[in-house]
């Protein structure tokens, strides 16, 4: 399996980093861009409905509350997007009260508060809802993020995406510095990417 070590090595050979050990784009400045080109192979990925990692969670939404996103007590911050969602009565406890809503398309229409929630929006890294006159839990089924990159040691864990993410690294580096070669490593970067959901899209499902 792939590593960071191998996705840097090749970044800066893209950069035309010729010095050993590398004195601009070093490990420590290329990590936040390994990681950020990291998170964004895996977005595009799940907007074309390629899923590397899915998960559930439980979270209550108070009475007229119309959007829930990062920060709101129990829901998660590894969100790409939300696959499913079902709703119940804050006030059960029986998995079998859950009735799954609908997404609103292409958005929610205002209506007057109902005691259900009954469809729900994406947009903006946020989930809205029309505000509903009851507490309501939710259960959400979600596409999520992979652990992030740590160190050079970590193993790539999106199947054959070494090229793409020394791509993007090296593109996100060269933007971070203004050099002219950015333009060009973005372009093969948004290639590369779409090419890995092309030819994997049918297997990369995750649990």
Known sequence: MATLQQAHDLARSLLGERQTPPEVFTDVFLLDHSKAAYREIQRRMAAAGVTLSKAYVQFDVAIAVQSVTDGAVGYPTTVIK????????QASVLFADFVQMEEAWPE??????????IHWEWKDKTLFFVGSSAARTIRMLYAKYLADLTGVGDALLIPDSLDALAQGTAAFAARSRGSTLAGDLETIFDAMVQKMIEADGGRLTGA
Request: charged fraction near 20%; hydrophobic fraction near 60%; glycine fraction near 0%.
């Open 82 to 89: 939300p696959i499913r969602l079902w709703e119940r009565a």
């Open 108 to 117: 929610i229409i205002p209506r007057a508060a109902v005691a259900t929630l």
